[in-house]
């Protein structure tokens, strides 16, 4: 148990990150943007049997947005005040993919979400998610500070919109992790290190419990069933998740519910329940 609650190796994570940083952050783009890791290995939470390195490349210099909770004359007065933009999310996105074919060649897959570039060498393989910043808003005024959740957004190849919030799921995770005493994270890791148990014994199929949504289920477990030991906590955990309803959880960033919802951004419901019960009976034969 303690093997499965510490963290994976990081070194090759840590030197894949810094070449595709590099290489991205390195290109020509006619807005300002920023480049920072998510995923497992920007969460701590990563385990010896995840590869990949997951990277958001962000155009921060534009924004789209979301109005539709404001009251009629909040959208009127923010509809007014708007000012455009000849440069997108599109046109960004063609730029990251350009900079780094010239740099990784057929590496380079553009994807349906994300441009991966594949493993070489040292070189672990990488998901690059190009996207613009993100404004939801709460409150619009022109006179007085709005209120409003920033995040992200990019469209799928099939122009789908999507939006998320890494930046609120990393503070809430490290919140989590320092409410626990730092249990939480060590938890995390075994769930996930069962999940690949799991997926190698043929008990569930890959991708039914990806790891965003693991650490999302834990997130909400009350913080007093973390503690005294892996196996106490384990337990605990899997007693709550077994005993409460489940439909009332949120994801990590609080922004959607974790079951259920937009598929693009929740977990599906039987794939949760496939996970916990595999899990389950997977440690009372332990």
Request: hydrophobic share 35%; aromatic share 12%; charged share 15%.
């Amino acid at each position: 148990m303690t093997t499965w609650a510490n963290i994976g190796a990081q070194t090759t994570s840590k030197s894949t990150y810094a070449t595709i940083k590099t290489c991205v952050d390195g290109g020509t783009y006619p807005s300002s943007f920023c480049s920072f890791l998510q995923g497992s290995y920007g969460n701590d939470t990563n385990i010896r049997a995840e590869s990949d390195v997951d990277v958001v490349m962000e155009c921060n210099g534009i924004y789209y947005y979301d109005i539709s909770s404001l009251p009629a004359d909040q959208q009127a007065a923010f509809n007014a005040a708007r000012t455009g933009t000849n440069y997108s999310f599109q046109l960004f996105r063609t730029a990251v993919l350009a900079t780094l074919t010239q740099q990784f060649g057929r590496d380079v897959n553009p994807g349906t979400k994300a441009i991966t570039v594949n493993a070489g060498g040292n070189r672990r393989k990488a998901d690059v998610l190009v996207c613009v910043e993100h404004h939801k808003y709460l409150s619009y005024s022109t006179t007085s500070p709005s209120v409003k959740e920033v995040g992200i957004c990019f469209f799928k190849s099939d122009g789908t919109k999507v939006v998320n919030y890494p930046r609120l799921h990393a503070a809430h995770l490290t919140t989590k992790n320092q409410n626990t005493a730092e249990w939480y994270k060590h938890i995390v890791r075994i769930f996930k290190n069962g999940r690949q148990k799991l997926i190698d014994d043929g008990a569930i199929a890959a991708g039914v419990a990806p790891s965003y949504y693991i650490e999302g289920l834990l997130y909400n477990v009350p913080n007093a069933h973390f503690g005294v030991s892996y196996n106490s906590s384990v337990f605990n955990c899997l007693k709550f998740l077994a005993e409460t309803d489940r439909t009332k959880f949120v994801c990590a960033n609080e922004q959607y519910p974790l079951l259920g919802g937009n598929a693009d951004v929740t977990w599906n419901s039987a794939n949760c329940a496939t996970f916990l019960n595999r899990f389950v009976e997977m440690w009372n034969q332990w």
